[in-house]
């Protein structure tokens, strides 16, 4: 019976119209548009990371054939705000905030097709190294970057799977 159980999931998620993203590996219609995705170089030492995080996740689905179609422009917002004051009005904890704002631009008409935000946060203590702090920063923009690549991915996996499945995206 345990055995059973997941299949019989499986055969009612597909029922209900549910269907994989990535349906097909990386010979399905989302690995394939996504492969053909150029990452536009992006400024600062978090746009390096992003660009590379994006880059990693892009070229394991190029497959190694065809040229690019789409262009994918990114801004990023990196800031840093301290809080958490002691009663010396010294500040005891930061917040890192990672935003980019991406568009997805089809190389063969040069129409935007995306335009969407994608951002997160990380909470860094204050200590009393000033190295262990900005090691702490620099660690917190690593993660962001890829937090950041992973959400531009999925918006883009669903862009693709909607366009090759003959819909446009509501955000259009």
């Known amino acids: 019976m345990k055995r059973a159980l997941p299949l019989i999931l499986l055969a009612s998620l597909t029922a209900c119209g549910l269907r994989p993203v990535y349906g097909g590996g990386s ?3 989302v690995a394939q548009a996504l492969g053909h995705v150029e990452v536009v170089a992006i400024q600062g030492k978090g746009g390096w990371l992003v660009h590379n995080a994006l880059n990693d996740r892009l070229s394991a689905l ?4 065809g040229g690019k179609r789409y262009r994918l422009v990114v801004k990023l917002d990196d800031q840093i705000s301290g809080f958490g004051l002691r009663s010396d009005a010294a500040i005891t904890r930061e917040r890192r905030a990672l935003r980019a704002r991406y568009q997805l631009i089809d190389e063969v008409t040069g129409a935007q097709v995306l335009d969407d935000t994608a951002g997160s946060d990380a909470g860094i203590d204050v200590v009393s ?3 262990a702090t900005i090691a702490a920063e620099d660690t917190a923009l690593e993660r962001l970057a890829q937090t950041v690549a992973d959400q531009i991915i999925t918006r883009l996996a669903l ?7 003959g819909r446009r995206p509501a955000s259009q």
């Open 27 to 29: 010979q399905g219609a």
């Open 62 to 65: 190029n497959g190694g054939g």
């Open 129 to 131: 190294s000033e190295y």
């Open 159 to 165: 862009y693709a799977g909607r366009e090759q499945g």
